[in-house]
């Protein structure tokens, strides 16, 4: 039976989350109810309630859970009742990619975290007076006390955790430090600059300085997140607004170029300036997300000395392997995460996704009562 829970209900692109009461399917046998204790709010949150990022509406997004099991599907075996679990995305398990042990690179990907709005066989988790609405948002759906997530999202934390302090890792934290040290692995004494000073872009620094880099260049407009990645280890925070950056960045390396970047801004400007600065041999690695559509001129023969650019889903990680290790990383103080981190209570919504969109909060984390 369906029961009643409550819910940040996104009416419509451009508009306040309002927090209703809606109805939540009972667990299939991959699905893990999970009651929420805390979930963090991401810049992909913001991009759908911009209509930048594809998700039908009205719907529930959400997607950085950290809560206790409740229920379990009769397939699932990895948690059970009384559990603290970490939600991160879902994946469908048997594509090619899957099977090779990339799950963010699903083939069915999109479908099943965010243009669906429901599960793969079609039904929808959540109804509000028998109207459908979308759910299903990385396999979760957690801006809500409660979650259907599916099973190969789920990562199993021990009973002492703090969730809250915990909870972004399903994500925008898990993307950032998994670009770094999954896809680029940088190689002793080079460089790398991280665009975007965000928690994406500040998860890869904090991944870059667990590396043996020599330089690590941080860019973003916003002066208080360039001195905040200065105490986490950026030794060249740059503000560029009104700056030439590649020529900054050709000039900062002694016209060779960097050897790796990561762009966590999504600002096809940033981008171009970034390919440009690469040196040959060097990568970039996409993270960010413009609005769908948005394309960035390469020139061929500038890119035939070797550079390359990847898009990067998810930091290319397993959930259940990464999330364990960055835990290990935080518990032994090589991972600051908590500097990251501004609480608010779930009824403040709308407060922590402005503090997110002006800069004020770095990484809003939504506590449930
Ligand atoms: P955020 O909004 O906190 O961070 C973006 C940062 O970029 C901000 O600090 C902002 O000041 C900076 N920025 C924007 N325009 C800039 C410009 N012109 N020059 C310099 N800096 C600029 O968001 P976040 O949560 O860190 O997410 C970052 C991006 O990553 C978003 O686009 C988000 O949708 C995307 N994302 C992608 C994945 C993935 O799997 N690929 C996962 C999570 C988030
Ligand atoms: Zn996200």
Redesign the pocket.
Known sequence: MPHDISAAVLPDYDRPFEVRTVQLDDPRPNEVLVKLVATGV???D??VQAGH?PFPLPGVLGHEGAGVVEAVGAGVSTVKPGDKVLLSFTSCGVCRNCKLGHP?FCQYFLTLNLIGGRRADGSYTLHEGGEPVNGHFFGQSSFATHALADERGVTRVSDDADLAALAPLG??IQ?GAGTVLNILKPAPGTTIAV???????LAAVMAARLTSVERIVV????QS?LDLAATLGATHPIN?RDLDLTQVLLDLTDGWGIDYAVD????V??IHSAILALAPLGELAL???PPVGHTVDLDVNFMLSGRRVIG???GDSTPQLLIPALIELIAQGRFPLDKLITPFDFSNINDAMSA?KD?SA?KPVLHFA
């Open positions: 991401c810049g992909t913001l991009g990022t963010a994500c925008g993307t665009f975007g000073a965000g928690a994406v872009g860019v973003d407009i916003v997140r560029s966590a801004t999504g600002n400007p940033v993270v960010g997300a990067v889903t998810e997110l800069g770095l």
